[in-house]
């Protein structure tokens, strides 16, 4: 039964906020308490669902000029920690570390950015950071994490949730996980390749 895994809080942020709705409505019918940055917990707050700030658990603000908004222990630890493993939830305790079981992230749009202008600065800040490290750290939990790299897979998560509400088995963490790493390969492939022009 371990196998099944219950999604209670869900950081989110993404680039692209276009069929997120339903989404967070079927999650937030659930009860999962929703977790955010700037422009998404903006978006989420209003739709009318209560979102507690990235900076408010970090204590940390958005900083040079959003390139660091997510990156801090108290989110990579939420999010990479093993609920199995006693030590993990030692100190997660000690360090106020909240559990965090599910990602929506959707990634800056580099390749459009690539094809859209030729000026280097614009290009070089739609690498994303944040998201592609929250997408790793999530598919590497995907025992007790469920990852959703890009909007693309909003329909497939909110099917689940619809059918069996917001619980998850191993096997559809792992698909998850698998769709994770296509995305994060598609993603630096194309960041390799403009580089390599």
């Known amino acids: 039964m371990a196998e099944i895994k219950k999604i209670k809080t869900a950081l989110v942020s993404v680039f692209h906020k276009d ?9 937030h019918k659930n009860g999962v308490k929703f977790l955010s940055t700037g422009g998404t917990q903006s978006f989420i707050e209003s739709l009318g669902y209560p979102c507690q700030k990235v900076e408010d658990l970090t204590t940390y603000p958005s900083i040079l000029g959003g390139r660091v908004k997510t990156l801090h222990p108290k989110v990579f630890g939420g999010i990479l920690g093993r609920r199995e493993l006693e030590s993990d939830q ?13 990602v929506i992230v959707d990634l800056y749009p580099f390749e459009e950015t690539v094809a859209s202008t030729n000026d280097e600065p614009t290009i070089i800040e739609k690498i994303d950071i944040g998201g ?33 509400g917001a619980e998850t088995t191993k096997e559809q963490r792992k698909h998850f996980a698998e769709r994770a790493f296509a995305t994060s390969s598609h993603y630096d492939t194309a ?6 022009k």
Request: charged share 25%; proline share 5%; glycine share 2%.
């Open 191 to 196: 960041i390799h390749n403009y580089f390599a």
């Open 132 to 164: 592609i490290s929250l997408i790793r750290a999530a598919a590497k939990n995907f025992n007790d994490v469920v990852i959703i790299p890009s909007k693309a897979e909003y329909k497939p998560l909110l099917d689940i949730v619809k059918a069996q």
């Open 90 to 102: 030692q100190e997660m305790a000690k360090y106020e570390i909240p559990e965090i079981d599910l």
């Open 19 to 27: 069929g997120l709705d339903e989404l967070l409505a079927e999650l």
